[in-house]
């Protein structure tokens, strides 16, 4: 009987112990998977706008404003404080270039383009580190 209740504890410590750790792995990960999640958002309002074939359009040029105040934030939110990687750094600084050289006031055709170099510029930086 004594041997069943510690098992018994033990399980529910145990899983306790299992579930703090999985939240706390989360939370760790929520910042740089929300950027991600919105910058897929961005990036899918603006290929919708620019296939749409009105441009410049106020939905670019608002999608244009977020991702390059975004881009800014890859480097926090994906090195750790006082941690360095050459390559993720330069992944990092060829995705602010793409996005800077987005023009949004160009017209839909450019701007598909300069989209579509932004979407290879994700991928670059996925095939490595995501
Ligand atoms: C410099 C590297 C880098 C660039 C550039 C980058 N990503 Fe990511 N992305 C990552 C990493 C690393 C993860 C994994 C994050 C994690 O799970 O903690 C990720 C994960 C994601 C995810 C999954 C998020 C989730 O909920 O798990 C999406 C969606 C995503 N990225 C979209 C994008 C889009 C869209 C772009 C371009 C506009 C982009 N990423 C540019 C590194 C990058």
Same mark, same amino acid.
């Given at each position: 009987?004594?041997? &069943?209740?510690? &098992?018994?504890?033990? %399980?529910?410590?145990? @899983?306790? +112990?299992?579930?703090?750790? =999985?939240? %706390?792995?989360?939370? *760790?990960? %929520?910042? #740089? *998977? =929300? ?13 919708? $706008? =620019?296939?749409?074939?009105?441009? #410049?359009? #106020?939905? &670019? ?5 977020? !991702?390059?105040? !975004? ?7 994906? !090195? $750790? ?13 060829? +995705? @602010?270039?793409?996005?800077? =050289?987005?023009? #949004?006031?160009?017209?839909?055709? *450019?701007?598909?383009?300069? &989209?579509?170099?932004?979407?290879? %510029? ?7 580190? *995501?």
């Amino acid at each position: 009987m004594r041997y &069943l209740v510690c &098992l018994v504890v033990g %399980a529910v410590i145990g @899983g306790l +112990f299992a579930m703090t750790l =999985a939240n %706390a792995l989360q939370r *760790r990960n %929520a910042w #740089p *998977r =929300a950027l991600m999640n919105v910058m897929q958002h961005e990036l899918g309002d603006a290929r919708n $706008a =620019a296939k749409g074939g009105t441009c #410049p359009s #106020p939905v &670019l040029q608002r999608a244009s404003e977020h !991702l390059r105040l !975004l881009a800014g934030d890859l480097e926090p939110a994906l !090195l $750790a404080t006082g941690s360095r990687d050459r390559v993720l750094s330069q992944y990092m600084r060829d +995705f @602010g270039k793409v996005v800077t =050289a987005w023009e #949004p006031g160009a017209d839909c055709l *450019r701007q598909a383009e300069a &989209l579509t170099t932004i979407t290879n %510029a994700c991928e670059a930086c996925h095939r490595d580190y *995501r």
